[in-house]
């Protein structure tokens, strides 16, 4: 017998933004497998020399579809890729897509974003401010519309540590109207060298224009059937649609990584911070859950403004960097990667100077080692120019990880009691039963499948294991010679001290 959720999305007709994304890919698959949903439009845009039809066509033998497409090949028909770009006026639609979507479209999922630190301003504001508003326009045309879900960050308001469910305009330097008419009326270039004076406190470009988008939404949303849902950072799959899924080495998946080769061996990290992350399936189950119960809330009555749900670990589940990290380094026995350089560990500080320092030792000398036997076989250097990389995005990340927020998930805890027992099952995102020891266990596994494509079986995971001995005792032995070396040195210089006083 089909849920309360199950029977909302029977037969309906779904407009998905950021398809191609780690959350979208998670999030379509959970509609087939666990809905009768008619249909997902997806808006898809040209990459890479491969065109829209060509990178959905690729998703029949993409991982997380495989399970869905032993149990029904067909699935995929009910997903229609539309051409269209957020970086585009009218997100790059044609006049008669967009008018199929006029049409059709009861349930909108918003979840198109560049999530680039780094982007420059004009990107950033084309693809997470601007294509908010031409969201919302389009959806104001749809007769049929019955709920939209926008999808933010709960860092959206990272200036101040007190994160409650409301809008915060007053954090912003400059309304959101009249940064839009700077986009507009400013060349790229000018408008990317605004860009200390526009972001005020925030930290860059994503944060800052996730919350003009809020703004916009406050603002400009009117009668909508809309919400917003502001997830912390979305990490590798807890169990659906399989263990441990993950296809990206943005944010903290990034250190799992770098550590598990050997390469990232010191970072700026606040290890009694605590960290903000939330498996992917949580996310998608929850954004499905609000579209639900936007619709159910809108027939009755609408809110003055749309609805914030932020979902972030809770105060009696809650993880910290240092437990992240310290429950990564226990399980690293357990699945060694064949092609670490070195036995993975990690070291964190959050002072700057002191990164700086001991990542001369910890990484630039050996990088430069590295590089130099690669230039004498005749190979290209990479190991500092790496390292470069690593440094760069440390640095980025650094406020994220060295402050905790607080978020206020009241709206979050009432949805969740709103829901029936099964549909807690179906479409759990209680961060509270999450067992972190046990997510850890299944997000390394997967990192190691996913990510560094090992080998699944046992032989491969008893190789690892080999080397993983190995450069342990390389690695103790290096302690050794170096500690033995210091204590001779130290021991020199005491002698020499003592001969002077004699």
């Known amino acids: 017998m089909a849920t309360e959720i199950q029977t909302f999305y029977k037969d309906k007709v779904v407009f998905l933004t950021g398809g191609s994304g780690f959350l979208g890919k998670v999030t379509i698959e959970k509609l087939l497998r666990t809905t009768q949903v008619k249909r997902i439009y997806v808006l898809l845009r040209s990459k890479r020399g491969q065109e829209m039809q060509e990178r959905c066509a690729a998703w029949d033998k993409d991982p997380v579809f495989e399970n869905l497409m032993k149990v029904d090949p067909g699935v995929l028909q009910r997903v ?235 105060d009696d589940n809650l993880i910290t960097w240092g437990g992240f990290r310290d429950k990564a380094a226990l399980l690293r026995y357990n699945y060694p990667l064949s092609k670490m350089m070195w036995m993975p560990f990690l070291h964190c500080t959050t002072i700057p100077w002191l990164f700086r320092f001991l990542a001369f030792f910890y990484h630039l000398l050996p990088g430069y080692a590295i590089d130099l036997v690669l230039r004498l076989r005749g190979r290209k250097p990479r190991m500092i120019k790496l390292y470069d990389k690593i440094h760069k995005n440390i640095d980025i990340l650094a406020p994220f990880v060295d402050t905790s927020w607080h978020f206020d998930t009241s709206n979050t805890l009432k949805l969740w009691q709103r829901m029936s027992a099964e549909d807690r099952k179906l479409y759990d995102f209680d961060l509270g039963s999450v067992d972190w020891d046990d997510y850890f266990l299944q997000a390394l596994a997967g990192v190691r499948i996913y990510l560094a494509k090992e080998e699944p079986g046992p032989e491969a995971l008893e190789r690892g294991q080999k080397i993983y001995k190995r450069f342990k005792f390389l690695h103790r032995l290096l302690q050794f010679t170096l500690c033995s070396g210091a204590a001779a040195i130290l021991w020199s210089i005491m002698k020499r001290l003592f001969s002077l006083f004699i």
């Open 80 to 314: 229609v890729p539309l051409a269209g770009d957020c970086q585009e006026p009218d997100l790059g639609l044609s006049t008669s897509d967009r008018q199929v979507l006029v049409d059709e479209v009861q349930i909108v999922l918003h979840g198109a974003a560049t999530v680039r630190f780094v982007e420059p301003l004009h990107i950033a504001l084309a693809v997470n401010t601007r294509a908010t508003r031409l969201m919302i326009q389009l959806a104001k045309e749809m007769p049929r519309l019955e709920a939209f879900v926008h999808v933010s960050t709960a860092y959206s308001n990272c200036v101040i540590e007190n994160v409650s469910e409301r809008f915060y305009p007053e954090h912003l330097t400059c309304p959101v109207s009249k940064i839009l008419e700077l986009y507009e009326s400013l060349s790229p270039e000018l408008l990317d060298s605004m860009t200390p004076a526009l972001l005020g406190r925030y930290p860059n470009t994503y944060t800052y224009t996730k919350a003009l988008a809020e703004q916009l939404l406050q603002q400009e949303s009117g009668d909508l059937p809309i919400c917003i849902f502001r997830p912390g950072v979305i990490i590798a799959s807890y169990k659906e649609p399989m263990a441990g899924w993950i296809d990206n080495t943005y944010g903290p998946i990034a250190v799992l990584y770098g550590a598990a080769f050997g390469v990232l061996r010191i970072t700026r990290l606040n290890v009694k911070a605590q960290a903000g992350i939330v498996p992917v399936d949580y996310c998608v189950n929850m954004v499905l859950t609000c579209a639900w119960n936007t619709a159910r809330e809108s027939g009755v009555k609408l809110p003055p403004e749309p609805p914030i749900f932020n979902l972030t670990p809770t």
